[in-house]
């Protein structure tokens, strides 16, 4: 079993220990938390947020 990694950019996973059993563990608590890192995290949100800003203020 290998470290685990982002499901968008493959870069190694930081806070989640690889060793334990279980997922819950020691998971953080942040919205898809273990699936994908914390800058592609930071990217789809700034884009959600662009998105939707301009369909707001283009109407």
């Known amino acids: ?17 690889h060793r334990m059993d279980t997922r819950s563990s020691r998971r953080p608590e942040r919205p898809y938390g273990g699936c994908i890192c914390h800058r592609c995290l930071d990217k789809g949100v700034r884009e959600a947020v662009r998105r939707w800003a301009l369909k707001v203020w283009s109407s």
């Open 1 to 17: 079993m290998g470290k685990p990694r982002c499901a968008v950019c493959s870069g190694i996973m930081h806070g989640v220990d």
